[in-house]
């Protein structure tokens, strides 16, 4: 008998909503009942309220075949991406990161060696950013390898930044650069398929360091935190660059109930980058706002705090708050707008 009588039931397919309009629909009949709970679901981690402070939690599941291809990703630098990744959401908060816990399913296509060698890497995480490893839980898999990573943090309660308190006029921040993890994927993608039609041909990668790293290794965006504190700079609202410049700077746009215009010249760029995007044919700019795996900071500050910032390389101001009315721009090189979508930069040149 089957337990699901179909024709009783209406079934949407999931695409038909996107990530966000599943999430959204899912939870919204949720509401939180504890005092502790300061902020549940829509930023980049939950708050609660602890002693003195606020703890931050945040989850991030990693799919075989989905974020990853084992045939060009090495298992170590896969453990460290795990761990960097979240803590990026930490850090999206202001927050220190402090522990995690590790769960994955696996398949019998696994050794034990090639675990070894993925908690080899999730260790130099946890020693980078000093975090301890506390707990998590181990099943199997018929398909594949699935890594999913809980992190706790704090951050002191008058330093938190949610998406949401962005002011018209404030100035919008981005650190490092953008785009390049993008590229690594792409270089990822082209050697294996070469590979695949003649598996005596060598990868061709060397010159291509920092696109690589950047996919295979990224840092979660710690240092630039420390920064900003010494400089005694909070910014009005954080999000960290998961998904690509425009959908985050679309998200602080709905949270904080403001318009964002972006500055296709100021976005940064790394210039070994350049010559990338001319061999895949491919527009940088467009990788930076749609690309994703960045995992930088995208920051408002107020006006008043941009004396502090502007000579520092790390930090680039890449355009600036406006009224909710005005929308989400970005503002081309020859003055035209062109209103920001989630995904909808066509990656590829025109
Ligand atoms: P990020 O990109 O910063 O990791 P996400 O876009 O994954 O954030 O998630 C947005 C918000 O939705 C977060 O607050 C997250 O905790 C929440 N969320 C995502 N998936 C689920 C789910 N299946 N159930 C409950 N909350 C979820
Ligand atoms: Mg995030």
């Keep these: 008998m089957a337990l699901i009588d179909d024709k009783s039931i209406n079934t949407t397919p999931i695409s038909s909503l996107g990530e966000f309009g599943l999430i959204e629909r899912l939870t919204k009949d949720f509401k939180c009942e504890n005092k502790t709970t300061i902020k549940g679901i829509g930023d980049d981690c939950a708050v609660l309220k602890a002693d003195t402070n606020y703890r931050l939690v945040s989850t991030d599941m990693l799919v075989e075949g989905v974020h990853f291809d084992l045939a060009y990703t090495p298992l170590k630098h896969l453990g460290f991406k795990a761990i960097a990744v979240n803590i990026s959401d930490i850090c999206a908060m202001n927050g220190k990161p402090s522990q995690v816990t590790v769960s994955v399913a696996v398949s019998n296509r696994f050794s034990v060696e090639a675990l070894d060698e993925l908690y080899l890497g999730i260790q130099l995480a946890c020693k980078e950013y000093h975090v301890d490893l506390v707990g998590g839980d181990t099943t199997s898999s018929l398909s594949g390898l699935v890594i999913s990573v809980s992190v706790l943090g704090e951050v002191a309660t008058e330093k938190i930044t949610y998406r949401s308190g962005a002011k018209v006029n404030d100035l919008l921040v981005v650190t490092g650069d953008l785009g390049a993890s993008y590229f690594g994927l792409q270089l990822l993608k082209r050697e294996k398929e070469i590979f695949k039609e003649n598996p ?47 959908s985050e700077a679309l998200h602080i746009s709905k949270s904080s109930n403001i318009g964002v215009s972006l500055y296709e010249d100021k976005i940064p760029i790394d210039y070994s980058i350049m010559n990338l995007a001319t061999e895949f044919n491919l527009n940088p700019i467009s990788c930076a706002l749609s690309g994703g795996e960045d995992y930088e900071l995208l920051f408002s500050i107020t006006q008043n705090d941009y004396d502090k910032l502007k000579k ?30 989630a995904q909808g930069w066509d990656i590829a040149k025109e």
């Design 312 to 341: 520092d390389p790390d930090f680039t101001i890449v355009g600036h708050v406006t009224d909710v009315s005005e929308g989400n721009n970005l503002i081309a090189n020859d003055g035209s707008l062109h209103p920001l979508k």
């Design 200 to 246: 005596n041909v060598q990868p061709d990668l060397s010159g291509h360091d920092y696109a690589l790293r950047r996919q295979l290794k990224p840092e979660a965006p710690t240092k630039y935190l420390k920064i900003l504190d010494k400089l005694s700079i909070i910014p009005t609202s954080m999000i960290d660059i998961s998904d690509g410049l425009s």
